[in-house]
């Protein structure tokens, strides 16, 4: 279990087990959440069913290694080429907005300038969604955490929206960025956030599928992003020592997948 699940979820699960030592399912609400959802060009790939289990193996493992470096994002799942994050839950997050970007920018990067071993070009599509949710474990057997509510069909919705290496956020990633440390630029078209590490670019409203016409902002990150892309929230519930070292593995995590284009 500890290994499927966060260390939270897998006390909760104890402290709830029947007489008959069988975890009972549970969810619980969360206020202010980040999601994250990732997806590869996996099915463009024309790999055989073989090196597709595999270099898809590698690169969600090389994206788990950016999650375990990254305090206060939890991996929630992967679903065929697609690969689903949060800050805020389990654990609360004061800077949910702020951490998922980084994570994003970073998950970029890994992609960037590379192919899967077919020679297409790797490319990622990214959506971010602030909000509340339900999370927790249902059913008994296989358990999984998962993540209920609009927040996460909205994050979806950002994903498909993106174009090819892009990381598309909603209006509410720009207001809980904005209320953590971002600084809206005097037209209101930009919001520079975490020392000025990343920006929000806003984009054209769209009209979303089931949500009605929709305010987005495009995720970047800036020249400034090696130096400073973890805002003064985040730095005060991490020791530096944990970025430093963040930092460096991340920058490892990159070489693991794929080839240079």
């Known amino acids: 279990?500890?290994?499927?699940?966060?260390?939270?979820?897998?006390?909760?699960l104890i402290e709830t087990r029947s007489a008959h030592e069988v975890p009972e399912p549970f969810a619980e609400l969360y206020h202010d959440v980040t999601v994250l959802f990732m997806r590869v060009n996996i099915h463009e790939a024309k790999l055989s069913t073989d090196n597709t289990v595999r270099e898809l193996n590698m690169l969600f493992r090389a994206l788990d290694t950016l999650v375990a470096n990254h305090p206060n994002?939890?991996?929630?799942?992967?679903?065929?080429?697609?690969?689903v994050a949060a800050s805020g839950c389990p654990e609360e997050c004061c800077a949910s907005?702020?951490?998922i970007s980084s994570l994003?920018?970073?998950?970029?990067?890994?992609v960037k300038d590379r192919k899967w071993s077919s020679g297409v070009p790797m490319h990622m599509s990214v959506g971010l969604h602030s909000g509340s949710l339900a999370a927790g474990v249902a059913g008994r057997a296989a358990p999984n955490f998962r993540l209920f509510g609009?927040?996460?069909?909205?994050a979806s919705r950002m994903k498909s929206q993106a174009h090819d290496n892009q990381a598309v956020g909603s209006d509410a990633v720009g207001d809980y960025v904005s209320s953590c440390c971002g600084k809206l630029s005097s037209d209101g078209s930009m919001i520079e956030f975490c020392g000025g590490g990343m920006k929000l670019t806003r984009m054209e409203k769209r009209e979303i599928k089931g949500k009605g016409l929709m305010q987005l902002w495009l995720l970047e990150e800036t020249g400034k992003f090696d130096e400073n892309h973890v805002c003064r929230s985040l730095q005060s519930l991490n020791p530096?020592?944990?970025t430093a070292s963040n930092n460096h593995a991340s920058s490892t995590v990159v070489n693991q997948v794929g080839s240079t284009v």
């Not at 609009?150 to 909205?154: K, Q, R």
């Open 1 to 12: 279990l500890k290994a499927m699940l966060p260390k939270r979820v897998v006390n909760r």
């Open 73 to 83: 994002t939890t991996k929630v799942e992967t679903v065929g080429g697609e690969y």
């Open 97 to 99: 907005a702020c951490a």
């Open 104 to 110: 994003a920018m970073e998950a970029l990067r890994i």
């Open 150 to 154: 609009d927040t996460v069909n909205t």
């Open 240 to 242: 530096p020592s944990t």
